[in-house]
């Protein structure tokens, strides 16, 4: 483990937040914290929290002691000066002298301390900082030691390990309890340069920032040490089969049987994105013979547990050649997944005086053998969480085996922080927008109506896909909306294959395809070429056709239905002069609608279009508005409003429509108008 400690950079962040009235012991604190957050062997994810005891002006002008220490839902990587909310330190301290305290008082102690009330909330973990005397306290889950306390004989190993340098704390849930464990232990050993948490993490303090954090990186380098002295290679593996499914071809089946049917809501499902990984570290765990056995053991640290469930979901290996078997038994180990986890809640919420409601039965880590592992999230960000707390989950396990052998907390200590409802606070709260867990691809994606529509279903919070020719235009648009972007040219029937595989590698799926990509050509119908009319059927029909018809693909796997929206413009309706080349293939577009409406309304799939006409973009641009307009006698702005409604129609006008039809869950067959009224193209 580095230590990446520098005086330099020390003085820097002093400096620098000296000029924001921001003192030197918090300055410190700061670049500290994000130099541990910084590592991902030693905290993940909000996890692992710090703190520094100093003095500062409460809001009635008097200086006190005061315990700066981490709030809530920040990230230590990240953490800024007013992510370490101060508080009061003596009451705090004085709850040390209690026998016990509940959660609710525990936290109201620590809201009602805040020197700024409007503060974020402290760290579950504040009272353990608050009860010791160091000034600096930092506190991590490093991978290296939990392989030391993740065993049987954990305290045994760390005995050896650090003698009497580091105190043992029993595994005691975080909060109150904890907190008085830690202090009654160091107490017994007021030598010892900071805490073992077995089962947990590791604590340590100092006088100074620096002294505090270079005793973290040395005795997690001790345990690294102690981890690489032991056995490298603790799996015995299975021997694969040459024909093992790709991600891309199994990981729609098993989307599609974790989605959660909604209640009382026919072909309607709660789904998750899916994110995949299989580095050789993983590939070598999940193909593990024992897989089954050490990985289905717990939590490495606990509160993995909210992010992960206790265990993880095992399914066989995929081959192949055998496709439909592997569908089969996946189904029936998450109907057994859904079944185990209803059991271990009902196991241990009865009898509770507080009695908890469950959460969802589905699992949010996958395991594959052959394949590798896939985090599951409400979103890619929640799926990317999982992933990384499972790939970390797989280097502790695999390193505590290589010592003797992985054990975490008991079920009952499990359920108690999986249920416990200052962990289950952390978790985003944000009320689950209309296409959360759901992946669209939107092809034509780089400009006008494609990305105008990208952006409005992400903004319903749907993951998006940017298909287009534009490989750049499609990576530009990726990175404002927070998407994948992907080069794909519809015309090319590969290259559609290999872009639905990539949308799948990421996200695990497609439930909403915004077929888009187009272009216009013209020519009047008795002269123009046949090439001309066969370039534009390539594009303005087969193009959506491809696209449709990988997107089918991947969600007849998923068997949890689907939309296809088209973009088919009015001159599908009401063809104008000269446009033939343009209109001919859109009408077989619109007739391709409805084909995949009849034939793919029983797999819940549905299909409609977009009729839209006047829109600013690469198919009609300012040049041709100029000529047309010239041509009528109208000013630009009287010809693009010569509608029924006299207004120009814009392209997040058809993003608008395109969402509204991607969640009219009873609409299919449909063609929706977006042209501000033109009777002459209106459908009959
Ligand atoms: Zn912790």
Redesign the pocket.
Known sequence: MRNFWSDADAEATVARYRGEGIGAEVALRVYTTRLLGGDPGLVLHG??NTSVKTRARDLSGDEVEVLCVKGSGWDMGSIEPSGLPAARLEPLRQLRLREAMSDDDMLLAQRANLVDPTGPSLSV?TLLHAFLAHKYVD?T?ANAVLALTDQPDGEELCRDLYGRRMALVPYVM?GFGLAKTAHEVFQAEPEAEGLILMK??IVTFAETAKEAYERMIEMVTLAEKRVAAAVTEPFVQVSLPDDVATAAEMAPILRGLAALPEVGRKGRFKRFVLDHRSNPEVMRFVDGADLERYSRRGPV?P?HVIRTKPWPLVVRLPRRSGLDGFTEAAKAAVASYAADYSAYFERHNAGRADRKATLDPAPRVILVPGVGLFGLGRSAKEARIAADIAQTSVRVISAAEGLGGFESISEADIFDVEYWSLEQAKLDEAKDLPLAGQVAAITGAASGIGRATAAALRAAGAEVALLDNDADGAARVARELGGLGVACDVTDGTRVSAAFEEVVEAFGGVDVLVSNAGAAWQGRIGEVAEEVLRQSFELNFYGHQRAAQAAVKVMRLQGTGGVLLFNTSKQAINPGRDFGPYGLPKAATLFLMRQYAVDHGADGIRANAVNADRIRSGLLTDAMIAERAEARGLSEENYMAGNLLGREVTADDVAQAFLGLALAESTTGAVLTVDGGNIAAALR
């Open positions: 996890g692992g973990e506190h889950h975080p947990h993490g640290t509160d």
